[in-house]
Every structure is written in structure tokens, then in C-alpha cells.
């Protein structure tokens, strides 16, 4: 969850504290920063687990009980933050679809599907228009008369740019 207003804005966090100290209307990612912080301690345990699994001598290894100490800690660490991260974070995350139509709308990336339409050569010229007008596919395509509106419509479907082709 980016913003509020001038991030991706794709993502709605549930607001569990105060806001900002320094910016009202913010909604701080408490839960999403308690989960970094959490991984950062759990990397630590991996590497003291790992130091201490190469000091061992043959079947003997006196840092066993260091090894186990970390290994519990961060499943302990692991279990508790996700459960908190689910019950906090994850529960109360909400879509922003307004946001992220508009972001769809805008994107270059759709052009990909009037490749086999209109050739790879149109559809450059399209999107180098819309990129440097700062305009949509569709307005560029239809300012270019490379193709009508209800072509753009039937062709451009993002829908069915997210799965393998049948």
C-alpha cells in the first residue's frame, strides 16, 4: 500500500494505529515493517545456525544447543508474526480497483496484444505516441486510425493476457 495519493495506490492498508506523526492522513505499514523486521532476525538466526553447524567435529558439535536455540526462536518469531501479519494486515487489505483500472488503462504494456493484429510495427507506433503524449492506448491507437475503437475493445483485453493461451 503505496501513497496515499502519490504512490502506485493499488492497496488499501487497515489503519491499526494513529497516523503519521509527520504526515496526517497517512496510513503507516506497521504490520508490513514488523514482518521485515522479523525476517531480518530470522536471516541472523539462519547464519548463527549456520556457523555453528560448520564448527562441529565429526558427530560431535558442542554449538548444538545454540543451533537449537536460534532454529526455535525464529519458528517462534515466524509463527507468531504471521499470525499477526494475517490477523492485522492481511484480513483488512483492500483492493484499490478504481486505482488500479485506471493504472491498466494507462499501461503500455497492453499493446503487446495488437501484435498479432496490427503487427509489431503499428503497435510501436502506437504506444511511442501514447508514451510521448502522455495518452492512453486506445486514444493513440484511434488518433493514428491504426484501428477502430470496437477493434481495440475485442483485441485488448487484459483478462486474457494473465494465463497461458489455449
Known amino acids: 500500500g503505496s501513497g496515499p495519493r502519490c504512490g502506485f495506490g493499488e492497496l488499501s492498508l487497515p489503519a491499526n494505529e494513529p497516523g503519521s506523526s509527520i504526515m496526517p492522513g497517512k496510513v503507516n505499514p506497521t ?60 484480513v483488512g487489505l483492500e483492493a484499490n480497483e478504481d486505482r488500479i483500472a485506471t493504472h491498466l488503462e494507462n499501461s503500455l504494456m497492453l499493446v503487446t496484444a495488437l501484435n498479432p493484429h496490427i503487427g509489431y510495427d503499428n503497435a510501436a507506433k502506437i504506444a511511442k505516441n501514447a508514451h510521448s503524449k502522455g495518452t492512453t492506448l486506445r486514444e493513440s491507437a484511434l488518433e493514428l486510425d491504426l484501428l477502430t475503437d470496437e477493434q481495440f475493445t475485442k483485441w485488448v483485453k487484459a483478462e486474457d493476457m494473465i494465463g497461458p493461451r489455449d
Open 31 to 90: 504490520q508490513a515493517e514488523a514482518m521485515t523486521m522479523v525476517c531480518c532476525q530470522v536471516m541472523g538466526n539462519h547464519t548463527a545456525i549456520s556457523v555453528g553447524g560448520s564448527q562441529g567435529n565429526f558427530e560431535l558439535n558442542v554449538y548444538k544447543p545454540m543451533i537449537i536455540h536460534n532454529f526455535l526462536h525464529s519458528v517462534r518469531l515466524l509463527s507468531d508474526t504471521c499470525r499477526s501479519f494475517t490477523d492485522k494486515c492481511v
